[in-house]
């Protein structure tokens, strides 16, 4: 760990180049965002397709998250419908995962010394990716500031080797480094930019849009196509145009959600359709990979 | 003699698990060493958030040398004998030993190395752990075979004496290394023994023992607690769990915004409980305080005040979203929110919980206007005035504390307004459930409900039956006494029981999903509780009509009220939530009402054994069938415990089993047990189904058997004589007592029959050869087990 001394805690952005530099130094790509719209960074290929499989997989990258339930109009402190996770995947996970983890939080300028950080069990699950790990919450004096998970199962699969997580909650952490009590006054940069200036409007307007005016007419026939669409490519197995369907279908029903047209019978059914087609695409992506990942690796088998 | 000393080191082991694994961890060692023939002496165990640890005391150095001997052939025996013995013996001629003319084959087992049995014990632990869950990590899961533990395993120390036992599990090889506390002392430090572990450890920021941490954390938070004029709310759940999450643990104490203090201090205290597993104080007049106290793992370079700030940020983030949650919540009348109750399944073939809140009104109202619970019950004692600083209960108590708005008795209130005032709180009871602090908090569920109902301005005992419908929740949880409160729980329960077991999801083994045994528990302890006399079966054979009930079965998702509450569904069903597990469909088969009652029995047995109640002889009460009045019937067993308990009780015992006995070698088949549930005061419909055995007496017609009756063709023994004369007047006089439920009376009734008996089994021979005489004498015999049957079914009884 190495002991970071800074005059002034890092912007936003200060925060995410650090990480970037930090994940980079210890082996990782870094990539860039998925250019669709998902809840979480667990739904990036570069985790879900990429954890699969026997092949050493590093990668770091920043997420944009679309949670429209979770919009509050940019009146809420600490609520936004669209925020950043910082992802980092290491497959197999590295006997010192949990070091190099708090070496990154030394990095942005968290002195264990000074703050409390505690591991706290939780464990994660995602029924709509068919996946399940253990691992903890990270307190940092009591707030959660990442999960930490060691993936056991993903797409219903076998981790084999198992991959290990880190998702960063980047404006809780921007928010306590910073010392600042509403996520619109960040400083984005270190020229007097704040988080507020670049996405309140964006979280008023997406707000309106998501609860009050999305057309849900169109909104359902989207999630329909999209469903066929997911089918349409796992029969011509092409498992990553498949999964980017249903990273769709799930945006649409999510938007479906907040728009508040959906009823609580049908949303167990919703639900089950974009579980049955993010595992059909995991499915597809490891039937097509086995073969080459078993000469690759005569140890490994795919059941 | 020579201690061994075991660390597993592993990444953070969550805090509820620790305990069970350091009982776990000695239970495998004793049962390896077990195996070697080994006892150790003293064995101690500590657990911290990293590691599992192990202290055996006075091991020898080598397990006892073993000489087995084996006899063989004699010496004159012939030769064939000699080879065979030979050649299972694996020895030579010469090698065996020759004693009095008989030939020994003698086996020396040499003690093996105690080093050598630690050094296979250690895997075989640890691969047989028996974590709730485990887990693979790294590059060697790259098969299902790799090593499972809790979380990923990092380390081993294995020294007997000051000797590193040498084993390697997973790539882990054994050693005298270990780490020091996570921040404050991250280096590798060496241990020399099972001597210096605690201390050296405790050098490097590490308090191994989490008894002395959990001291540490309650003297500590204590006197912050002090320290600020407060008194700590003591809660030893959280000093486990913090015990269970730091390795040097520094109690820290904050302060939040007072305007908090508006918020119930019940949801201030799990707020702060649950989510920051913080404690919580109260000042001098017993209210809560704006205090927190965390447990942090380090001590701090500036003394915690960095700590205790980001803490507070948090809880202050915490209370105003459950501020929010509440003054929302306020705004909406209940019956609003009630309204709601349509939208959520109870249950997919039970309906919506709107369904069943109406059936619980109607029941409610119904056991009121019946005359079952009356406003006569005994009443509640005076609790505080709504409003007013409440004192906060020490959360080591089965229940939170909770508020008491009723200022009022209703001891003058009419039957009909009781009846009112019980339909209204049925009515509001479950409308918390769609509000927002409970979606929140479902632990808050009625409490919530009894706060919006005071605010609302309803009637005290309305408010007060929404807060503690729920109860009795556990075996220590205090079971209502408010009349009002006592109609909403009974009815509430009765109606989950026998609407379950109408559809067939009964509790099989250790899975009661919907926690019908709870309920069970409950209504007996309401019922005893408040003297409540009221007939189950028909109630719960449905058989009251209350009301159409039928529930709507539009809904389709399965959900159960109990383990997952409305709230947890929306939080299951959220995107990328955490998935709730339904819970498995039980077998569905149709329940007969004798099946329930014989389920409350069966509650009944296990809260009665924990008060000293003989458990046969509430099956003696209950294999009389028909009753299904548990004042009644307690009353019953009771006066049967006490009667048993006699000389006369034991020697009328031995009578009535030697006649049953007789009969039922004679065919004379199980003669009906005699059921008074004579009760008046519940008139329901169909009360009594007649679903009595008809008796069948093999060989002997009943005209024949009623002996007493009719005057015998012979001339009876005087002992026949004074028995049947003792039972004429023994009958009528135990089941007058019966019918006035005065089973005392009832029980000396019997016991007159003690004498006559043993003088007829003394000097009559009942098998006599002449037909009429044994037919007149079974019938006696029956007699006298039909007299007993009255009282109780003496065949349950031991003894």
Avoid at chain 1, 188 to 205: L, P, W
Avoid at chain 2, 527 to 534: A, G
Wanted: glycine letters at 8%; proline letters at 6%; hydrophobic letters at 45%.
């Amino acid at each position: 760990m190495t002991d970071i001394v800074t005059d002034r805690p890092l912007s936003f952005q200060g925060m995410i180049l650090k990480l970037h530099e930090y994940w980079s130094q210890h082996g990782c790509l870094i990539l860039q965002a998925y250019d669709m719209e998902m809840g979480a960074g667990t739904f990036h290929t570069a985790t879900t397709l990429r954890a699969l499989g026997p092949k050493p997989w590093n990668a770091a990258f920043v997420q944009p998250c679309r949670r429209p339930t979770d919009g509050r109009y940019g009146e809420n402190p600490n609520r936004l419908q669209h925020y950043y996770q910082y992802q980092v995947i290491l497959k197999p996970s590295p006997s010192n995962l949990q070091e190099l983890y708090l070496g990154s939080l030394a990095a942005i300028g968290i002195d264990p010394l000074v703050h409390d950080i505690r591991f706290v069990e939780d464990d994660w699950e995602s029924p709509t990716l068919g996946a399940w790990g253990l691992g903890w919450e990270v307190w940092c004096d009591g707030m959660e500031v990442t999960q930490f998970t060691y993936f056991q199962q993903m797409g219903g699969f076998d981790m084999k080797p198992v991959a290990g997580e880190l998702t960063y909650g980047l404006e809780r952490l921007a928010m306590y480094v910073q010392n600042v009590d509403n996520v619109y006054d960040l400083a984005f940069n270190d020229a007097g930019v704040t988080y507020g200036e670049v996405f309140h409007e964006n979280e008023v307007e997406m707000s309106t849009w998501n609860f009050e005016v999305a057309d849900t007419d169109s909104l359902f026939d989207q999630f329909r196509k999209h469903v066929a669409e997911c089918e349409n490519s796992l029969a011509a197995k092409l498992p990553i145009p498949a999964y980017e369907q249903a990273i769709k279908a799930s945006h649409v029903f999510n938007l479906l959600q907040a728009r508040g047209v959906i009823s609580v019978a049908e949303r167990q059914a919703y639900m089950g359709r974009v579980r049955d087609l993010a595992k059909g695409s995991c499915q597809a992506w490891m039937d097509k990979n086995a073969e080459g990942w078993k000469a690759e690796y005569p140890a490994w088998s795919a059941a | 003699m020579t201690d061994f000393l075991l660390e597993l080191r592993s990444e953070e082991i969550p805090a509820r698990m620790q305990d069970r694994a350091r009982e776990d961890l000695a239970k495998l060692f004793t049962a390896e060493l077990a195996k070697a023939g080994l006892q150790p002496g003293a064995l101690q165990t500590y657990a911290t958030p990293r590691r599992l640890v192990l202290i055996a005391r006075d091991l020898p150095a080598q397990t006892a040398a073993v000489s087995e001997e084996t006899k063989g052939p004699k010496t004159s025996a012939p030769p064939q004998a000699l080879e065979g013995f030979l050649r299972k013996t694996g020895l030579t001629r010469e090698q065996l030993v020759e004693r009095d003319g008989i030939l020994f084959a003698v086996i020396d087992k040499p003690g093996r190395a105690t080093a050598d049995v630690l050094a296979a014990a250690i895997p075989a632990i640890v691969r047989a752990f028996p974590w709730p869950k485990a887990m693979r990590w790294g590059a060697a899961s790259t098969t299902m075979e790799s090593l499972r533990w809790v979380r990923p395993l990092q380390g081993i120390v294995a020294l007997f004496g000051d000797g590193v036992i040498d084993c390697e599990i997973a790539g882990i090889t054994s050693g005298a290394a270990t780490v020091g506390h996570r921040f404050h002392h991250p280096h590798v430090i060496t241990i020399g023994s099972a001597n210096d572990y605690v201390e050296k450890l405790r050098a490097c920021h590490v308090i191994v023992d989490q008894a002395e941490r959990r001291q540490i954390i309650a003297l500590g938070a204590t006197m912050a607690a002090r320290k600020a004029g407060l008194e700590l709310v003591q809660d030893e759940g959280l000093l486990s769990e913090n015990a269970g999450l730091t390795e040097w643990p520094v109690p820290l104490l904050g302060r939040f915004d007072e305007a908090f203090l508006e918020v119930p201090p019940e949801v201030i205290q799990l707020t702060a409980r649950v989510n920051q597993k913080y404690f919580v104080c109260r000042s001098a007049d017993g209210a809560l305080a704006n205090a927190f106290i965390c447990t942090a793992n380090i001590d701090a370079a500036d003394g915690g005040a960095k700590i205790v700030e980001g803490n507070r940020k948090v809880l202050a983030a915490r209370l105003s979203d459950a501020k929010f949650f509440y003054e929302t919540d306020l705004k909406v009348p209940l019956e609003e929110q009630a309204a709601k109750l349509d939208r959520i399944v109870f249950h997919e073939k039970l309906g919506t919980v709107a369904d069943k809140v109406d059936r619980v009104a109607k029941l409610a109202r119904w056991l009121v206007e019946e005359g079952i619970v009356t406003s006569s019950a005994p009443l509640p004692l005076a609790g505080g005035a709504a409003g007013g600083p409440v004192p906060l209960a020490d959360a080591a108590s089965a229940d939170g504390p909770s508020p008491n708005p009723s200022r009022k008795r209703e001891g003058d209130l009419s039957r009909a307004e009781l009846a009112d005032l019980a339909e209204r709180a049925a009515r509001l009871c479950k409308a918390d459930l769609v509000t927002g602090m409970v979606g929140e908090f479902p632990e808050l569920q009625g409490l919530m409900g009894g706060y919006y109902a005071a605010a609302q301005g309803e009637h005290p005992a309305v408010a007060a039956a929404i807060r503690d419908h729920y109860k009795p929740v556990g075996q220590g949880d205090d079971v209502p006494t408010d009349p009002v409160t006592v109609a909403v729980s009974l009815a509430d329960k009765l109606d989950t029981i026998s609407k379950f077991f109408e559809i067939g999801e009964l509790p099989t083994g250790s899975k009661d999903p919907f926690a019908l045994r709870r309920a069970a528990l409950g209504i007996a302890r309401l019922i005893q509780q408040n003297q409540i006399r009221i007939q189950l079966r028909p109630i719960l054979a449905g058989q009251v009509m209350i009301g159409d009930a039928s529930p709507d079965m539009h809904e389709i998702v399965r959900i159960s009220f109990w383990s997952q509450t409305w709230a947890e569904i929306q939080h299951a069903y959220a995107w990328g939530q955490p998935h709730n597990a339904y819970p498995e469909p039980l077998e569905s088969l149709p329940v007969t009402v004798d099946a329930l009652l014989d389920f409350f029995a069966d509650r009944l047995k296990v809260q009665q054994r924990e008060a000293g109640v003989r458990h046969d002889l509430i099956d003696a009460v209950f294999a009389l069938g028909g009753e299904d009045d548990l004042v009644r019937l307690l009353a019953r067993v009771r006066a049967l415990q006490g009667f048993v308990g006699t000389e006369d009780g034991a020697n009328l015992l031995a009578g009535y089993k030697r006649a049953a006995n007789i009969l039922k070698k004679e065919g004379f088949g199980t003669s009906a047990p005699a059921v008074t549930p004579a009760k008046a005061g519940v008139s329901a419909a169909g009360a009594h189904p007649e679903n009595h055995e008809t008796p069948a007496f093999a060989g002997v017609t009943v005209e024949e058997s009623a002996g007493s009756h009719t005057a015998p063709s012979y001339t009876p023994e005087p002992a026949e004589t004074a028995l049947a004369t003792a039972l004429d007047a023994a009958e009528p006089a135990a089941s007058a007592a019966i019918a006035r439920e005065d089973f005392e009376a009832a029980m000396a009734a019997l016991a007159t029959l003690r004498a006559p008996i043993d003088a007829f089994f003394e000097s009559v021979i009942v098998n006599d050869p002449e037909p009429a005489k044994r037919t007149a004498r079974l019938g006696l015999l029956d007699r006298v087990r039909a007299a007993v049957h009255n009282v109780a079914d003496f065949s349950k009884i031991e003894g």
